[in-house]
Structure formats: structure tokens, C-alpha cells
């Protein structure tokens, strides 16, 4: 079951928190991803989180793109907001539509 997010607490608590909830929201946001449209998984949300710390976040960029395919039908958009710094836009996009079907 895929559990509704309130945005802007998420991006709060992310701030209050130094990224720590941030990191928390990645992890959330990759498994729910994987649930909304299950033909396009990748990596759980741990292994995701692993896999960019691993990568020096190369595997983060990768990990927009399929955000974006997965929610949106369209990674383009995601992929370019993250390769010009405005990749945490991109949590706020995909917590939008996973919240759509999270209804």
C-alpha cells in the first residue's frame, strides 16, 4: 500500500533535519515508485541509496530519469532539473504524483 505524503512537511522536516528525513524520503520515494508502475522498477530504496553513494552519485542522475519514466511518463524533465541542481525538485514532483495514486 502506497501511503500518502504531505509535501510540505516532507521538505520541513527534510530542512529541520539537516537531509537526514531527506534520505528517508528517497528511500520511500524509490519503493513507492516501484509499486506505482511496477513494469519500470529499479533498485529498492536501499539499494538505491547504496548505489549513489557508491557511484559518487552518478547512479542519483539515473535514478531522476526513472522517476521521472515511472510517475510521469516522462523522465526528460526530471533528468534536466537534476543534472542543473534542482534535483530535489524532483522529490517534490514524484511525491505529487505517487500521491495521486496513492488515493
Known sequence: MIKKRNV???VLFTIIT???YGIYW???LTNDSNKVNPEQATASGGLALLFTII???IYGFYWNYKLGVKVADGGALYL????IGFGWVNYILGQ???NKHAE
Open 96 to 98: 505529487l504524483e505517487i
Open 80 to 83: 534536466i532539473l537534476s543534472l
Open 55 to 57: 557511484s559518487f552519485g
Open 26 to 28: 528517497f528511500i520511500c
Open 8 to 10: 510540505g512537511l516532507a
Open 18 to 20: 539537516f537531509g537526514i
